[in-house]
């Protein structure tokens, strides 16, 4: 219940949502005072949210700073792999189809093939309300495979639908649960991850990758023209605290 009214929720105020509410509401009431205003809170509101450059800030002010390769400082047993980076019903379905998060299980490839962690925890199931078909712990399996990691050092976990449970369903694979794992998700995404697997006291060293922040730029483009990537920044945001807000409630972080 709990993962589809989260679902519910999302959809009910982001961004595009909130700026659709707001016509529809224009368009209902009669007054003509309160009808422009509706429309006029609608255009700002549409400026704001696909303005690139307050978009660029607010995404770079919340991702979690990168972990460059050599501040690693040991070898860790577990790289936790959190999922949602593939659309498994996206054909042709002979192969993996990999969206913008994809960085994550590259680089755990890479902290694998340097040596920095030993085994490759890959955690989740399906995200979507409803799914038939191939899960996607299966197919980063299968991935991994294909680049030469041997099998006993790929441990897929698949009932997982959200970060909630990735975090329960890991700790019950885990063999010792302190000091042991890095978590590999994307940056944005990292603080919310970090919470639910130290609530279930799996002790974490955070490794964020799949970046949606860039350099500022000061060129007209950047800084006045409506872009659908200031859109899709506010989208992650919104969705990501959200999700933190419900967590908090529901008492999972």
Not at 120 to 141: C, D, M, N, Q, Y
Not at 175 to 181: L, R
Request: hydrophobic letters at 45%; a positive charge.
């Amino acid at each position: 219940m709990f993962f589809v009214l989260s679902k519910i929720i999302y959809w009910l105020i982001m961004p595009t949502s909130l700026i659709a509410w707001l016509v529809i509401a224009s368009l209902l009431i009669k007054k003509d005072k309160y009808e422009k205003r509706l429309r006029w809170l609608a255009f700002a509101l549409f400026l704001f949210f696909t303005n690139p450059f307050i978009a660029t800030i607010a995404i770079n002010a919340w991702e979690s700073d990168a972990v460059p390769y050599d501040k690693i400082e040991r070898s860790y047993t577990y790289g936790i792999v959190l999922s949602g980076i593939t659309d498994p019903n996206r054909p042709p379905f002979d192969r993996i189809q990999f969206n913008k998060g994809a960085d994550r299980i590259v680089h755990a490839l890479d902290l694998y093939k340097q040596g920095r962690i030993k085994k490759i925890l890959i955690t989740g199931g399906s995200g979507t309300v409803t799914f038939e078909g191939r899960k996607e712990a299966h197919a980063l399996r299968d991935f991994l495979l294909s680049n030469g990691i041997p099998t006993s050092d790929v441990i897929t976990e698949d009932k997982a639908r959200n970060t909630r449970e990735n975090a329960l369903f890991s700790k019950e694979l885990i063999i010792s649960p302190t000091g042991n794992s890095i978590l590999i998700t994307s940056a944005f995404h990292m603080l919310r991850a970090k919470k639910c697997f130290e609530k279930v006291e799996i002790e974490v060293v955070p490794f964020p990758t799949d970046y949606y922040g860039r350099q500022l730029y000061y060129t007209p483009d950047d800084v006045l023209i409506p872009s659908l990537y200031g859109l899709k920044i506010w989208t992650i945001l919104f969705k990501e605290w959200i999700g933190l807000a419900a967590y908090t409630v529901a008492g999972y972080i």
